[in-house]
Protein backbone atom coordinates (compact mmCIF):
# COMPACT_ATOMS: atom_id res chain seq x y z
CA UNK A 1 0.00 0.00 0.00
CA UNK A 2 3.09 2.47 1.27
CA UNK A 3 4.18 2.03 -2.44
CA UNK A 4 1.22 1.23 -4.56
CA UNK A 5 -0.86 4.92 -3.48
CA UNK A 6 1.67 7.12 -4.32
CA UNK A 7 1.81 5.73 -7.62
CA UNK A 8 -1.28 5.64 -8.46
CA UNK A 9 -1.26 9.09 -7.43
CA UNK A 10 1.41 10.09 -9.86
CA UNK A 11 0.07 7.99 -12.36
CA UNK A 12 -3.40 9.96 -12.20
CA UNK A 13 -1.70 13.93 -11.87
CA UNK A 14 0.66 12.89 -14.95
CA UNK A 15 -2.20 11.89 -16.98
CA UNK A 16 -4.42 14.47 -16.22
CA UNK A 17 -1.46 17.46 -16.78
CA UNK A 18 -1.01 15.34 -20.03
CA UNK A 19 -4.57 14.98 -21.22
CA UNK A 20 -5.59 18.48 -20.25
CA UNK A 21 -3.15 19.96 -22.27
CA UNK A 22 -4.55 19.24 -25.42
CA UNK A 23 -7.99 21.33 -24.39
CA UNK A 24 -9.21 24.66 -23.06
CA UNK A 25 -8.75 24.53 -19.57
CA UNK A 26 -11.51 27.18 -19.87
CA UNK A 27 -13.85 24.66 -21.34
CA UNK A 28 -13.58 21.59 -19.68
CA UNK A 29 -13.19 20.02 -16.12
CA UNK A 30 -9.66 18.39 -16.98
CA UNK A 31 -8.73 22.06 -16.83
CA UNK A 32 -10.11 22.53 -13.62
CA UNK A 33 -8.47 19.54 -12.62
CA UNK A 34 -4.87 20.25 -13.77
CA UNK A 35 -5.70 24.25 -12.19
CA UNK A 36 -6.15 22.41 -8.73
CA UNK A 37 -3.53 19.92 -9.43
CA UNK A 38 -0.79 22.47 -9.63
CA UNK A 39 -2.02 24.60 -6.80
CA UNK A 40 -1.31 21.26 -4.98
CA UNK A 41 1.89 21.11 -6.25
CA UNK A 42 3.01 24.72 -5.26
CA UNK A 43 1.55 23.33 -1.45
CA UNK A 44 4.26 20.25 -2.15
CA UNK A 45 6.81 22.58 -3.11
CA UNK A 46 6.38 25.11 0.08
CA UNK A 47 6.86 21.65 2.83
CA UNK A 48 9.84 20.67 0.62
CA UNK A 49 11.66 23.59 1.26
CA UNK A 50 10.78 23.46 4.79
CA UNK A 51 11.49 20.38 4.88
CA UNK A 52 15.11 21.20 3.14
CA UNK A 53 15.24 23.85 5.91
CA UNK A 54 15.13 21.08 8.93
CA UNK A 55 17.14 18.83 7.32
CA UNK A 56 20.05 21.21 7.05
CA UNK A 57 19.61 22.82 10.58
CA UNK A 58 19.67 18.90 11.61
CA UNK A 59 23.11 18.28 9.65
CA UNK A 60 24.50 21.33 10.85
CA UNK A 61 23.46 21.10 14.82
CA UNK A 62 24.67 17.15 14.99
CA UNK A 63 28.21 18.67 13.37
CA UNK A 64 28.40 21.53 15.79
CA UNK A 65 27.54 19.48 19.09
CA UNK A 66 29.58 17.02 18.39
CA UNK A 67 32.16 19.60 17.34
CA UNK A 68 33.61 17.83 14.16
CA UNK A 69 36.37 18.96 12.09
CA UNK A 70 34.93 22.53 10.58
CA UNK A 71 32.16 22.51 13.04
CA UNK A 72 32.70 26.50 13.18
CA UNK A 73 31.45 26.38 9.33
CA UNK A 74 28.59 24.86 10.27
CA UNK A 75 27.86 27.07 12.95
CA UNK A 76 28.12 30.14 10.58
CA UNK A 77 25.53 28.46 8.37
CA UNK A 78 22.84 27.88 11.00
CA UNK A 79 23.24 31.56 12.21
CA UNK A 80 23.02 32.63 8.66
CA UNK A 81 20.12 30.96 8.04
CA UNK A 82 17.88 31.44 11.36
CA UNK A 83 19.44 35.83 11.19
CA UNK A 84 17.68 35.93 7.37
CA UNK A 85 14.30 33.71 7.84
CA UNK A 86 13.48 34.67 11.16
CA UNK A 87 13.17 38.69 10.84
CA UNK A 88 11.95 37.98 7.15
CA UNK A 89 8.51 36.05 8.40
CA UNK A 90 7.67 38.64 11.10
CA UNK A 91 4.80 40.61 10.32
CA UNK A 92 5.71 44.66 9.34
CA UNK A 93 3.48 45.79 12.07
CA UNK A 94 5.97 45.12 14.63
CA UNK A 95 8.82 47.22 13.32
CA UNK A 96 9.96 48.55 9.89
CA UNK A 97 12.81 46.16 10.18
CA UNK A 98 10.91 43.33 9.35
CA UNK A 99 9.38 41.30 6.31
CA UNK A 100 11.24 41.46 3.25
CA UNK A 101 10.89 44.75 2.06
CA UNK A 102 13.48 47.80 1.01
CA UNK A 103 15.01 48.71 4.43
CA UNK A 104 14.18 45.72 6.27
CA UNK A 105 16.94 43.86 7.91
CA UNK A 106 16.79 40.83 5.38
CA UNK A 107 17.09 43.09 2.39
CA UNK A 108 20.20 44.49 3.96
CA UNK A 109 21.60 41.20 4.21
CA UNK A 110 20.65 40.14 1.07
CA UNK A 111 21.98 43.37 -0.53
CA UNK A 112 25.59 43.49 1.77
CA UNK A 113 25.99 40.20 2.48
CA UNK A 114 24.25 37.95 0.08
CA UNK A 115 24.57 39.52 -2.94
CA UNK A 116 28.53 40.08 -2.31
CA UNK A 117 29.22 36.44 -1.80
CA UNK A 118 27.37 35.24 -4.89
CA UNK A 119 29.36 37.95 -6.70
CA UNK A 120 32.62 36.51 -4.90
CA UNK A 121 31.91 33.16 -6.15
CA UNK A 122 30.96 34.33 -9.75
CA UNK A 123 34.24 35.76 -9.96
CA UNK A 124 36.29 32.80 -8.36
CA UNK A 125 33.96 30.51 -11.12
CA UNK A 126 36.24 32.50 -13.87
CA UNK A 127 39.40 31.27 -12.69
CA UNK A 128 38.15 28.15 -13.04
CA UNK A 129 36.38 28.58 -16.35
CA UNK A 130 39.56 29.56 -17.92
CA UNK A 131 41.69 27.04 -15.98
CA UNK A 132 39.50 24.83 -17.52
CA UNK A 133 39.31 26.28 -21.28
CA UNK A 134 42.96 26.04 -20.88
CA UNK A 135 43.16 22.55 -20.42
CA UNK A 136 40.39 21.68 -22.99
CA UNK A 137 41.27 24.62 -25.78
CA UNK A 138 44.37 22.28 -26.84
CA UNK A 139 45.32 21.86 -31.11
CA UNK A 140 45.73 17.69 -30.27
CA UNK A 141 44.27 17.17 -33.45
CA UNK A 142 42.29 18.73 -36.02
CA UNK A 143 39.00 18.55 -34.16
CA UNK A 144 40.59 20.50 -31.17
CA UNK A 145 42.03 22.80 -33.62
CA UNK A 146 39.00 23.98 -34.76
CA UNK A 147 37.36 24.17 -31.10
CA UNK A 148 40.46 26.32 -30.70
CA UNK A 149 40.06 29.04 -33.30
CA UNK A 150 35.92 29.12 -32.24
CA UNK A 151 36.17 29.67 -29.19
CA UNK A 152 39.19 32.30 -30.16
CA UNK A 153 36.70 34.20 -32.54
CA UNK A 154 33.54 33.85 -29.70
CA UNK A 155 35.73 35.64 -27.32
CA UNK A 156 37.16 38.23 -29.27
CA UNK A 157 33.27 38.58 -30.56
CA UNK A 158 32.50 39.05 -26.86
CA UNK A 159 34.77 41.95 -25.79
CA UNK A 160 34.40 45.63 -27.61
CA UNK A 161 38.63 44.87 -27.42
CA UNK A 162 38.55 42.00 -29.73
CA UNK A 163 35.66 43.31 -31.88
CA UNK A 164 37.66 46.66 -32.80
CA UNK A 165 40.39 44.06 -33.37
CA UNK A 166 38.55 42.08 -35.77
CA UNK A 167 36.97 45.13 -37.32
CA UNK A 168 40.56 46.11 -38.14
CA UNK A 169 40.02 42.91 -40.86
CA UNK A 170 36.84 43.83 -41.93
CA UNK A 171 33.66 45.90 -40.44
CA UNK A 172 31.80 42.45 -41.70
CA UNK A 173 33.69 40.16 -39.63
CA UNK A 174 31.68 40.23 -36.34
CA UNK A 175 28.33 40.19 -37.91
CA UNK A 176 29.98 37.11 -39.73
CA UNK A 177 30.60 35.39 -36.18
CA UNK A 178 27.19 35.92 -34.98
CA UNK A 179 25.73 34.71 -37.87
CA UNK A 180 27.14 31.86 -38.93
CA UNK A 181 29.39 30.60 -35.30
CA UNK A 182 27.02 32.14 -32.90
CA UNK A 183 23.43 31.77 -34.66
CA UNK A 184 24.46 28.70 -37.04
CA UNK A 185 26.59 25.81 -35.81
CA UNK A 186 26.29 27.22 -31.81
CA UNK A 187 22.54 27.25 -32.31
CA UNK A 188 22.60 23.69 -34.24
CA UNK A 189 24.55 22.08 -31.18
CA UNK A 190 22.19 23.65 -28.26
CA UNK A 191 19.55 22.48 -30.43
CA UNK A 192 20.78 18.89 -30.70
CA UNK A 193 20.89 19.06 -26.63
CA UNK A 194 18.00 20.71 -25.93
CA UNK A 195 16.15 17.75 -28.14
CA UNK A 196 17.83 15.37 -26.60
CA UNK A 197 17.17 16.51 -22.95
CA UNK A 198 13.33 16.96 -23.92
CA UNK A 199 13.75 13.24 -24.85
CA UNK A 200 15.61 12.00 -21.66
CA UNK A 201 12.98 14.15 -19.41
CA UNK A 202 9.94 12.22 -21.50
CA UNK A 203 11.00 9.09 -21.11
CA UNK A 204 11.82 9.24 -17.13
CA UNK A 205 7.72 10.83 -17.00
CA UNK A 206 6.90 7.63 -18.88
CA UNK A 207 9.19 5.64 -16.16
CA UNK A 208 7.28 7.35 -13.10
CA UNK A 209 3.67 7.51 -14.79
CA UNK A 210 4.09 3.40 -15.17
CA UNK A 211 6.01 2.82 -11.83
CA UNK A 212 9.63 2.06 -13.17
CA UNK A 213 10.72 4.63 -11.84
CA UNK A 214 10.23 5.06 -8.13
CA UNK A 215 13.29 7.00 -7.16
CA UNK A 216 11.19 9.82 -5.25
CA UNK A 217 9.60 7.28 -3.02
CA UNK A 218 13.64 6.54 -2.27
CA UNK A 219 13.63 3.55 -3.75
CA UNK A 220 15.98 2.02 -6.82
Known sequence: MRTTVPVIIAFLSGIVMIVSFFFNPDRTILGQIESEVLVWVTIVGGFTLLLGVVSITRVNFRSVRLQKEGWFFNLLTLISIFVMAIPSILPVSWSPLFGDREGSIYDWLFTNVDSIMMQTMFGLLAFYIASAAYRAFRARNAEATILLLTAVLVMLWRVPM???????????????????????????????????????????????????????????
Open 162 to 220: GEAFLRLFSDDLPQWINSYVMNGANMSVQRGIIIGAALGAASMSLRILLGIERTYMGKG
